[in-house]
């Protein structure tokens, strides 16, 4: 009775609980191993209608726990809806031909290509109603034909996929993200790209002509990587970005000054909003009769909007302006703007348009951030008022406040980046710091400005303003990255670690007094699972082409080149700093080119690949107890030995080989006939 009693109490909260019902009602879609059927949908529609029922009737008492299973049922079924509504045409096999469309995207690849994103795609003996909605291609070779630009159609010889899977079992799963994004194929040309006709004026393009336009022209005005960190910053447009800076700015953990995120909206939209109120204000006749902070709210609005547009819509600067936008409303109804309730709100529509977002990084860190940094000025602003804490000068609250703002953010957003990216910024505070408070202070402000002066055609005269304020971030960003210890690598935790540790982090924030340390115990068992987290003893790839055995000194590749992505991912996971040809040259594997053997503990393996694989079968079944074979495999497997050929990864995908005291076994990252939409 006394735990209905407490559950009754937060009736009257529910709406800063909702979305993490609703969010565990997503989370629970994307954990089913197949797609959910008509049968699923409607007992879950049912239990909707038995749950409403119930709570009208009896609202008191387990009122909040019916509710409860309400949001997740709807988070589920939202979930499912959009996945299916962004259905479009997946290509199922490789192509290799002639690629025509129109450039509607533009970024680069980690080998740091230029890629294009295509859409009205054209292939050549293709069915048109199989023809991917887009297309991503990745420019490599010479390029000397061709300046990429929004709106153009473009013409190129290259090679097609649909995307791929996951590069180990419970890895990221691209084909999932491409599916949401509506990307049906992925690929590169080493052939020259060609124009066939030029941006003509169609509407749904022109947002995004004039963000290049505007990242062409601070380019110019800036050049090198100052004129690329601007360019980012204002309209979204990373393709001139160098690999070394954005790896520099991720190692001292300022890559989130790129992303157009909650940090760029909010110091935009919160400039433009204390400019108006203090212009307005200036104006007495204005100031006396008019709702200032109210026009100004509308104001930021505006220029939020103005924002989303001009940085191409992406779901961080969506999902921000979403946020702000929520907070600004609150003022127009003389609501309290940093509130629990606006960031669930805010959520909760993030949540509804777009569910996929539940899993990637971006939501996650930017929820994490701001939802910690409410509870915490929520909490520093109640002591304040009772007068148990002691009151700062005002010169200091604005130092204090950037500290408090970038270790809180930091302490909340670190072990999310840790198991997205696999690694820790030992110095980020310091870095964020000496850099963030210039971002807010300066560069935003002379952004705002530079968008002000063309209109009379003198925004040079704000870009030049920004050379050196960027140039402190850059080098802050070079000097703390590449001091002694400043990065640690850590392993990816096991799959139930972030939504234990997520979920933990809401309740301790939504519960009051002693009863936050229910969350001891779950935080306990996640972090201790993070810990003695073991990596697969043996990766292998979904083509059967690359190797990865785990040793003691850390994990040996089968070759120096090839497959990087997947070699890449795997080091990254084991918390290894090592690149594909240093773990090739580690100790481990014998034999010649071609039929390498490695032998562990109550397991022998040996890796098939080159001319004549096949016809050495037959010989190596006979010595080990798995062989990989790189070739599609026809007619029967010889005994003896498991098989594990490319006709088999195709439909396993990548797989991974543990070790047990009484065995080994294989996990796949996908069972033969299970499937979800985006597998298919």
């Known amino acids: 009775m006394k735990l209905l009693s407490r559950i009754e109490e937060e009736r009257g909260r529910f709406l800063i609980w909702a979305p993490l019902f609703f969010g565990t009602g997503i989370g629970l879609y994307f ?47 939202v979930a499912g809806a959009r996945a299916n509504w962004v259905a479009a045409p997946v290509l199922d096999f490789r192509y290799y031909g002639p690629i025509e469309g129109r450039i509607v995207a533009m970024d680069r690849s980690q080998s740091d ?19 991917p909605d887009r297309v991503r291609v990745s420019l490599h070779g010479e390029q000397g034909f061709l300046t990429p630009a929004i709106g153009q159609r473009i013409a190129l010889t290259g090679h097609l996929s649909g995307p791929n899977g996951p590069v180990e079992p419970g890895g990221f799963d691209f084909q999932r993200m491409a599916w949401f994004r509506g990307i049906g194929a992925v690929g590169y040309t080493r052939s020259p790209a060609l124009l066939l006709s030029r941006p003509t004026g169609e509407l749904s393009l022109a947002v995004g002509r004039l963000r290049q336009t505007i990242a062409n022209r601070v380019r110019a005005v800036l050049p090198g990587e100052s004129g690329s960190f601007a360019a980012t910053i204002t309209t979204g447009d990373r393709s001139s970005m160098d690999r070394a800076t954005i790896e520099a700015l991720r190692g001292s953990n300022l890559a989130h000054l790129l992303a157009i995120s909650g940090l760029h909206m909010g110091l935009l939209t919160g400039f433009v909003f204390q400019a108006m109120r203090i212009l307005l204000g200036l104006w007495p006749r204005v100031a006396l009769n008019i709702p200032v902070k109210k026009l100004a709210a509308v104001t930021a609005i505006g220029a939020g909007i103005f924002y989303l547009a001009l940085s191409g819509g992406a779901v961080a600067t969506t999902r921000a302006f979403i946020m702000v936008t929520t907070m600004f409303v609150a003022i127009l109804f003389d609501r309290r703007a940093l509130t629990l309730r606006a960031v669930a709100m805010a959520a909760m529509i993030v949540l509804i348009l777009t569910p996929e977002a539940l899993v990637e990084p971006g939501f996650q860190m930017s929820f994490a951030a701001t939802t910690a940094l409410v509870a915490v000025f929520s909490w520093i602003r109640e002591r304040g008022r009772d007068g148990s804490a002691r009151q700062l000068p005002g010169w200091a609250r604005g130092v204090v406040t950037v500290v408090i703002s970038s270790a809180v953010a930091g302490l909340a957003t670190a072990p999310i980046g840790a198991a997205h990216f696999n690694q820790v910024s030992h110095y980020g ?14 560069i935003m402000p002379l952004a705002v400005l530079a968008a002000l002066l063309s209109i009379i055609r003198l925004e040079f005269v704000a870009l030049w303003m920004m050379d050196w304020p960027i140039r402190w971030i850059l080098w802050v960003a070079e000097t703390v990255s590449s001091l002694d210890g400043a990065v640690g690598k850590v392993p990816a935790p096991p799959g139930f670690v972030l939504p234990l540790l997520g979920a933990t982090g809401i ?8 009863e936050k340390l229910v969350v001891l115990l779950p935080s306990v068992i996640a972090l201790a699972g993070w ?20 040793f003691s000194d850390g994990r040996v590749m089968s070759k120096a080149r090839g497959e990087g992505f997947a070699a ?65 495999r026809e007619g029967a497997l010889p005994t003896g030995c498991s098989v594990l050929d490319r006709k088999y990864l195709t439909k396993t995908g990548a797989v991974a080989v543990h070790l047990a005291p009484k065995g080994w076994y294989i996990t796949p990252s996908r069972t033969e006939g299970i499937s979800r939409l985006w597998t298919r």
């Open 113 to 131: 290509a230029v890629r294009l994103t295509l859409d009205q795609v054209r292939l050549s003996d293709v069915n048109p109603l199989k023809l």
């Open 507 to 514: 309740v301790f924030v939504l519960l009051r007094g002693k």
């Open 531 to 550: 810990a003695l987290v073991e990596r697969p003893a043996v990766l292998i790839s979904s083509s059967g082409g690359l190797i990865g055995v785990m």
């Open 31 to 77: 954990a089913q191993p197949r797609e959910p059927n008509i049968v699923t949908y409607t007992a879950l529609a049912l239990l909707v209608a038995i749950c409403a029922g119930l709570a009208w009737r009896w609202p008191w008492g387990a009122g909040p726990l019916l509710h409860a299973m309400i949001f997740v049922s709807l988070g589920f079924g």
């Open 568 to 632: 890449r991912s795997w080091l990254e996971n084991d918390g290894d700093a090592a690149t594909q040809q240093t773990a090739f040259e580690r100790a481990g594997f014998g034999g010649q080119r071609g039929q390498l053997k490695v032998d562990l503990p109550g397991l022998s393996i040996m890796h098939l690949s080159g001319r004549g694989a096949e016809d050495r079968l037959g010989d190596a079944c006979a010595k080990v107890d798995v062989v990989v074979l790189a070739a599609w």
């Open 429 to 442: 505070l310091v870095a964020n710091l000496l850099s963030v408070p210039v971002m807010g202070a300066v």
